[in-house]
């Protein structure tokens, strides 16, 4: 019996102990939530432009130099959708005309067709959203010059632009979207967006008038 009792293995105890471990955990936990509230955030949160409701009194009542509508169209094609041919319209045929102030059927030079994208020169859209909201983007890009300077915060920033998008006593555009039944959905998304990216705070997607359908089917524009 003494024999075997010394051939016997030595078992050892395989259990861990992880009473320790969360002790680190907690540390590390501290720490990195105390070093995240202390670092300061280098982006720039861009404070979106408000959108207003625009009654229809106060539509009739806006001044012919700051009302300015933007028409978007565009053309039914037969394209393959999962093996069913559809028709919908596609962005490349998309088309935007626009006006100023009230619409006039009798002066076919005042409906121009104007081009998307980010383009800033003569004849886009983005070049005439500028123009009409110049002084609030003045302001807007000194404000932002400061914020990089770090002479505002974030949170200031915020405010002030925001308070110049809405001044009254800067002349603003009082911008009106229209679509029709053929017009591209990306096409109106991106109109939406140079409302964004010029900081215009008074806008609304309308209805066609009768008038606005007849100015397009002056122009060539099937509408049916």
Known sequence: MAKKDKSRQKKFDTRIDFTPMVDMNMLLITFFMLCTTMIKSQTLQLALPTNEKIEQEEQNQAKASEAITFIVTGKLSEVNVGGKMMEISKPADGRVFYYDGQADPENPD????????????????????????????????????????????????????????????????????????????????????????????RYQIERLSADDSTMLKNHGINLE
């Not at 081009?115 to 070049?127: F, H, P, S, V």
């Not at 770090?150 to 925001?162: C, K, N, S, V």
């Not at 109106?188 to 990216?197: A, H, K």
């Open 110 to 201: 005042a409906f121009k067709e104007i081009k998307l994208g980010d383009g800033n020169g003569e004849g886009y859209i983005r070049t005439v959203l500028r123009e009409r909201n110049k002084e609030v983007l003045k302001e807007i890009k000194e404000l932002r010059e400061r914020w990089k300077k770090g002479e505002i915060h974030d949170t200031t920033y915020q405010r002030l632009a925001e308070k110049a998008r809405n001044n009254e006593n800067y002349k603003r555009p009082v911008v009106m979207i229209k679509a029709t039944a053929n017009a591209s959905y990306a096409d109106v998304v991106s109109v939406l967006d140079e409302m964004q990216i010029n900081n215009i705070s």
